[in-house]
C-alpha cells in the first residue's frame, strides 16, 4: 500500500523569507500524481501545486515549486518571498493512475508559520 | 458557480443518534469523495463515488452509509453515530478528465 510521509509537523519561516516544506512517499507503481494542498484556517482544502511522475521537470505555480525526486521516492515543496497569507497547513498527498485506483493519500500535514 | 458546498457548518449530535451530511456540487463532476479529517490525522477517504447510483468504500467506510441518487450531490448518513466520529467532513468533486479535486468548506460533527 502507498504511504505518504510529512516528517514537519511545524516549520516557521521569516516572512520574504524562501522556506522548503519536505514529503516523501512508498510506492510499487511508475505512474502517479502527487499534489500539495494548503488548508488555512477557513479549512478549505485549495490545491497548490501537482506533478505528474512521468514529467521530469519540476512543477511551478508562481512563488510554489516543487522538487521532485523520483528515484528518492521525494516530493517537497520551496515557497519564495513568503507571505502572511501562506501561513496554513500543508499537506502532501499521491494519487494512483486515474484508471486504476480512485483513492487519494494524504500525508498528515505540516503547518507552516510566517513570521512578519 | 458555487463549487463544492456541504451542509450543515457545524453539528452536535448525541451517541445513538443519526444524521445526513449533504454535498452539492454545480461543476458537473462525475466523481465525488467523502473524508474525514482528525488532528494530527490528515484527511482519510470514507466513501467515494464514480456517478449517478455508484458507490465504492474508502480507507474507513465502517459506521457510514452514502447514496448518489443525483450526479449534483453525495450524501453521507450516520446511522447511530458514536464519539470516534467526531471529526471534521470534507466532501470533493472532481471532473472525469482530470486528477484534481475540488474541496468543499467541511463540517464539524462533534458526537457526545
Known amino acids: 500500500a502507498q504511504t505518504v510521509t510529512q516528517s514537519q509537523p511545524e516549520m516557521s519561516v521569516q516572512e520574504a523569507e524562501t522556506v522548503t516544506l519536505s514529503c516523501t512517499y512508498d510506492?510499487?507503481?511508475?505512474?502517479?500524481?502527487l499534489f500539495w494542498y494548503k488548508q488555512p484556517p477557513s479549512r478549505q482544502m485549495i490545491l497548490v501545486i501537482r506533478?505528474?511522475?512521468?514529467?521530469?521537470q519540476n512543477a511551478t505555480e508562481n512563488r510554489f515549486s516543487v522538487n521532485f525526486q523520483k528515484a528518492a521516492k521525494s516530493f517537497s515543496l520551496k515557497i519564495s518571498d513568503s507571505q502572511l497569507g501562506d501561513a496554513a497547513m500543508y499537506f502532501c498527498?499521491?494519487?494512483?493512475?486515474?484508471?486504476?485506483?480512485?483513492?487519494?493519500?494524504f500525508g498528515k500535514g505540516t503547518r507552516l508559520h510566517i513570521l512578519p | 458557480n458555487a463549487g463544492v458546498t456541504q451542509t450543515p457548518k457545524f453539528r452536535v449530535l448525541k451517541t445513538g443518534q443519526s444524521m445526513t451530511l449533504l454535498c452539492a456540487q454545480d461543476?458537473?463532476?462525475?466523481?465525488m469523495y467523502w473524508y474525514r479529517q482528525d488532528p494530527g490525522m490528515g484527511l482519510r477517504l470514507i466513501h467515494y463515488?464514480?456517478?449517478?447510483?455508484?458507490?465504492a468504500k474508502g480507507e474507513v467506510p465502517d459506521g457510514y452509509n452514502v447514496s448518489r441518487l443525483k450526479k449534483q450531490n453525495f450524501l453521507l448518513g450516520l446511522e447511530s453515530a458514536a464519539p470516534s466520529q467526531t471529526s471534521v467532513y470534507f466532501c470533493?468533486?472532481?471532473?472525469?478528465?482530470?486528477?484534481?479535486?475540488?474541496f468543499g468548506p467541511g463540517t464539524r460533527l462533534t458526537v457526545l
Open positions: 498527498a499521491y494519487r494512483s493512475p486515474m484508471n486504476r485506483d480512485d483513492k487519494i493519500i
Open positions: 510506492t510499487s507503481e511508475s505512474d502517479y500524481y
Open positions: 470533493a468533486s472532481r471532473w472525469l478528465g482530470t486528477d484534481t479535486q475540488y
Open positions: 461543476m458537473n463532476h462525475e466523481y
Open positions: 506533478q505528474e511522475a512521468y514529467k521530469q
Open positions: 463515488s464514480v456517478g449517478e447510483g455508484t458507490t
